[in-house]
C-alpha cells in the first residue's frame, strides 16, 4: 500500500484487493483462509481483505463463521434458476459486487460453465483433494488408497473450462498410511489444505 493509500484510509474498499470465497458446506478452508489474513495481517501487510463468502446452498455451515468474523455473505441458490448458465450469471453478478481481484473456490461444488470461468479469467483458482493431474473429479482418497499410492495431497490451481486440469500454482503432499481409510486419508489431506491454501493466496496477491 502506498503513503497516499494509507492516508486515504486502508479499509477504503477501493483501495483494496478483494477475495471473493465461494463455498458449499463446512468451509473448513474458507475458515482457514479468514484467519490466515487476520493473523497475518493481509490487511495492513497485503492491502487484501476477505470482501464476501458467497454459497450455492442457504445451510452451508461456513456460513455462520464468515458472519462471526464480519464478512458479507451472500446465498445464491442453484436450485432457483433453470439453467446452469443462469445460475452461473446470477452467481457471476453477485461476486463482480465486490470488484474481486481473487475469486477462491473453497469446496464449492458446481462445476462452472466456460462463461463464468472466462469472465473470471486469471483470477478464479481453486483447491482439489488430490496431486493433480492424478485424480481429477470426485472420490479422490478412495481411488488413491486403491491405487495403492503412497502419497496423496491437495492441489491448488487456476481454474480453467477443462475440469481440475489449470496450471498448478502449489501443491502439498501426505503420505498415505497402511491402515488408511477415505476419512482418514481425507482428514489427512484436509490439514495439509488449511495450510496450503492461505499460503498460496497469499503468495498470489503479494506478486
Ligand atoms: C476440500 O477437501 C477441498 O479440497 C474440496 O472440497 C473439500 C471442502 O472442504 N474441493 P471445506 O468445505 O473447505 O471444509
Known amino acids: 500500500m502506498t503513503g497516499l493509500e494509507a492516508w486515504l484510509g486502508k479499509d477504503n474498499p477501493k483501495l483494496m484487493k478483494n477475495i471473493v470465497i465461494l463455498i458449499s458446506g463446512a468451509g473448513s478452508n474458507m475458515a482457514a483462509i479468514v ?24 445451510d452451508a455451515d ?3 463463521f464468515a458472519k462471526t468474523r464480519g464478512i458479507p455473505v451472500v446465498v445464491v441458490d442453484h436450485k432457483s434458476f433453470a439453467s446452469r448458465e443462469a445460475f452461473d450469471l446470477a452467481l457471476q453478478d453477485e461476486i463482480d459486487r465486490f470488484e474481486p481481484t481473487l475469486v ?4 464449492f461444488m458446481r462445476i462452472l460453465s ?5 469472465h473470471f479469467h486469471n483470477r478464479l483458482i481453486n483447491i482439489h483433494p488430490s496431486l493433480l493431474p492424478a485424480f481429477a473429479g470426485l ?8 491405487m495403492g499410492c503412497q502419497f496423496a ?5 487456476h481454474v480453467t473450462p477443462d475440469l481440475d486440469h489449470g496450471p498448478i500454482l502449489a501443491q502439498g503432499v501426505v503420505p498415505v498410511l497402511p491402515m488408511d ?3 482418514s486419508l481425507a482428514e489427512r489431506v484436509l490439514t495439509q489444505e488449511h495450510l496450503m491454501y492461505p499460503q498460496a493466496i497469499e503468495r498470489l496477491l503479494s506478486a
Open 62 to 64: 461456513g456460513l455462520e
Open 153 to 157: 495431497g491437495a492441489t491448488v490451481h
Open 181 to 183: 481409510t477415505a476419512e
Open 139 to 146: 472420490n479422490t482418497h478412495q481411488r488413491a488408497i486403491e
Open 114 to 118: 466456460s462463461g463464468f470461468v472466462r
Open 104 to 107: 477462491v473456490l473453497a469446496g
Open 35 to 58: 484467519l490466515a489474513a487476520e493473523q497475518r495481517q493481509w490487511s495492513d501487510r497485503l492491502g487484501v481483505r476477505v470482501a464476501a463468502v458467497v454459497s450455492n446452498r442457504a
